[in-house]
C-alpha cells in the first residue's frame, strides 16, 4: 500500500465515470450526440486559460490507473465550451504543478474556477476540492510518479522516510532479506511461458545450492493428464530427492518438453521421465510409488499456495514471501534472488548467461 491516499476521494476513476456517463447521456439527447474519443498529443505548455481543463499525468504511467480517455470524452461532452491539455508529470510544468499543488497522486484532471459558472457544473461539484487556483476533481487516482527508491540510502519523495522505513518499499525484495532466501517458482509443468522461466531458474538454483532454497510449484494442470502425471512427478521429486531436483528440471525442459508437449501424450511423458531419472540416479520406482500414494494430495497443497499468494498465471516468481517481476533469464533472475540475501554469498556473482531473453519474453503466462 502506498502511504499517500487522497482522504476525500471516494470514488473511483471507473465510478465516476459511471455516474458522469450517465449524466453526459442525457446532456447528449439535447446537444449533437458523442463524437469518437481521440488521443491528444502530449502539450507542452501547461497554461490554463479561462475556459480549459488541464489533465496531469505520467507518460511512464500505462496501466488502467493513468487511463483518462473515458473521463476526457465525458468531460468534453459535459463542458464542451472547454478544451483541454494533457501535461506529463515528467516535464518542467508538469512537474511544478504537481508540486504546486501538492497532489500525491496521478492523474489528476484540473479545471479553471471558469468551471463554476458551467451549467453542468452542480453535477460534478460534490466530486471536486479547490487546489490553488484549480478546481480538482477527485477522481480517486492511485498512481505515485515519486516512490520511494528502496536501496539508495535516502529519501526520495519527501516523508522522512528512508528506504526500508517508507511504506513504498514494504512489497520490495530488498526490504525483506534473510540469510537464506526462499525463492518459489509457480508453475504447469507444461505450460511453455513456465518453461521459459524454469530453465534459468534451474541454472540458478544449481549456482545458489545450499544458499537458498528453491521450490517449483507445480500448482496448476490445465493442459490435460500427461500435465498431471508430469506436476506429480516433479512434486514427488522435491519431496524425495530435493537435491537431485533442479538437474531434473534442466533436462525436462531441454529434453522432455520439446517432445512431450508437441505429442501430449502421458505415454510419451512417463517414458521420458524415467530415462530422464535414470540418467541422474534419481530412484524412478520410488518416485513412481509416491505419485501414486501422494501425487494427487502433493498437488493439492500446492494449488492452495498458489491461492494463499493469490497466484493466477504461470510463471509467477516470490522472493521471501514477495512477487517478482524478472526477466526470464538466468543473469535476471541470479539479480532477484541475490537481492534478497542479507550477506551475497560469492556465488552471486557467478557467469551467467544474459542472452536467452530473446526466447523468454518477460511477458506471457498460462
Ligand atoms: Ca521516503
Ligand atoms: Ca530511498
Redesign the pocket.
Known amino acids: 500500500m502506498k502511504h499517500h491516499k487522497h482522504k476525500n476521494s471516494i470514488f473511483t476513476i471507473t465510478n465516476i465515470v459511471i455516474a458522469i456517463l450517465a449524466i453526459a447521456l442525457i446532456f447528449a439527447i439535447f446537444t449533437k450526440g458523442f463524437t469518437n474519443p481521440i488521443n491528444l498529443p502530449f502539450s507542452k505548455k501547461a497554461e490554463i486559460t479561462e475556459t480549459s481543463f488541464l489533465i496531469l499525468t505520467d507518460e511512464r504511467c500505462t496501466g488502467q490507473e493513468c487511463n483518462t480517455e473515458q473521463i476526457t470524452t465525458t468531460l468534453e461532452q459535459m463542458f464542451p465550451e472547454f478544451s483541454y491539455q494533457i501535461i506529463d508529470y515528467n516535464s518542467k510544468q508538469g512537474n511544478q504543478l504537481y508540486e504546486e499543488l501538492e497532489l500525491t497522486t496521478l492523474p489528476a484532471i484540473l479545471f479553471s474556477p471558469e468551471i463554476k459558472e458551467t451549467e453542468n457544473y452542480n453535477q460534478i461539484g460534490p466530486y471536486t476540492e479547490e487546489k490553488g487556483e484549480y478546481i480538482n476533481l477527485l477522481i480517486g487516482a492511485t498512481y505515485d510518479p515519486n516512490p520511494?527508491?528502496?536501496?539508495?540510502?535516502?529519501?526520495?519523495n519527501d516523508n522522512d522516510l528512508?528506504?526500508c522505513d517508507?511504506a513504498d518499499?514494504s512489497s520490495s525484495v530488498e526490504c525483506s532479506k534473510t540469510d537464506k532466501p526462499e525463492v518459489e517458482l509457480f508453475i504447469w509443468s507444461y505450460c511453455p511461458y513456465g518453461v521459459m522461466a524454469q530453465g534459468p531458474m534451474a541454472e540458478v538454483a544449481n549456482i545458489l545450492a545450499g544458499k537458498a532454497d528453491f521450490k517449483a510449484i507445480m500448482y496448476h494442470d490445465g493442459h490435460g493428464a500427461y500435465e498431471t502425471q508430469q506436476n506429480q512427478i516433479q512434486a514427488c521429486i522435491q519431496k524425495l530427492d530435493p537435491n537431485n531436483y533442479w538437474s531434473y528440471s534442466e533436462g525436462f525442459v531441454s529434453d522432455i518438453y520439446p517432445v512431450c508437449g508437441q505429442s501430449k501424450d502421458i505415454e510419451c511423458d512417463l517414458a521420458e521421465s524415467v530415462k530422464l531419472m535414470n540418467s541422474l540416479s534419481i530412484d524412478s520406482n520410488g518416485i513412481l510409488a509416491c505419485v501414486t500414494s501422494y501425487g494427487t494430495d502433493l498437488i493439492k497443497e500446492d494449488l492452495a499456495h498458489a491461492q494463499e499468494n493469490g497466484v493466477t498465471g504461470s510463471p509467477t516468481i516470490i522472493i521471501n514471501g514477495v512477487r517478482t517481476q524478472v526477466a526470464r533469464t538466468p543473469a535476471a533472475i541470479l539479480d532477484a534472488v541475490c537481492s534478497a540475501f542479507n550477506d551475497q554469498p560469492e556465488e552471486c556473482n557467478s557467469e551467467v548467461s544474459a542472452n536467452a531473453e530473446a526466447q523468454a519474453p518477460a511477458g506471457g503466462s498460462c
Open positions: 520511494e527508491v528502496c536501496d539508495n540510502g535516502k529519501d526520495d528512508v528506504d517508507d518499499c
